[in-house]
């Protein structure tokens, strides 16, 4: 019913800059919530960023100051630009939505994820 599709991954150089887009289509009555996840080779998934319908911003503390989210609404898409890039940001990059269907229900859905590479 619902697909989230990333685009905008790939390899930069430290310090470097990337931004991802991730759009959401399908069968949406609302969003509740959009963000990004990441998971580096041996290590948990955690959270990057998330960004509410209203405009609630949350972030990890290893990426504040240098990673913004954002979100059009109209066009259920969630950003996250990202600068000063680090080796250690090297993860596969998930996009997250939490939807109300068309049924009324909530549901967790997940992009397949975009590679970003940081290295020189």
């Known amino acids: 019913q619902v697909q989230l599709v990333e685009s905008g991954g790939g390899l930069v150089q430290p310090g470097g800059s990337l931004r991802l887009s991730c759009a959401a289509s399908g069968r949406i009555f609302a969003i509740s919530v959009m963000g990004w996840y990441r998971q580096a080779p041996g290590k948990q998934r955690e959270l990057v960023a998330t960004i509410t319908s209203a405009g609630n911003l949350n972030y990890v503390d290893s990426v504040k100051g240098r990673f913004t989210i954002s979100r059009d609404n109209a066009k259920n898409t969630v950003y996250l630009q990202m600068n000063s890039l680090k080796p250690e940001d090297t993860a596969v990059y998930s996009c997250?939505?939490?939807?109300?269907?068309?049924?009324?229900?909530?549901?967790?859905?997940w992009g397949k994820g975009t590679l970003v590479t940081v290295s020189s």
């Open positions: 997250y939505a939490r939807v109300m269907t068309i049924q009324a229900a909530y549901m967790d859905y």
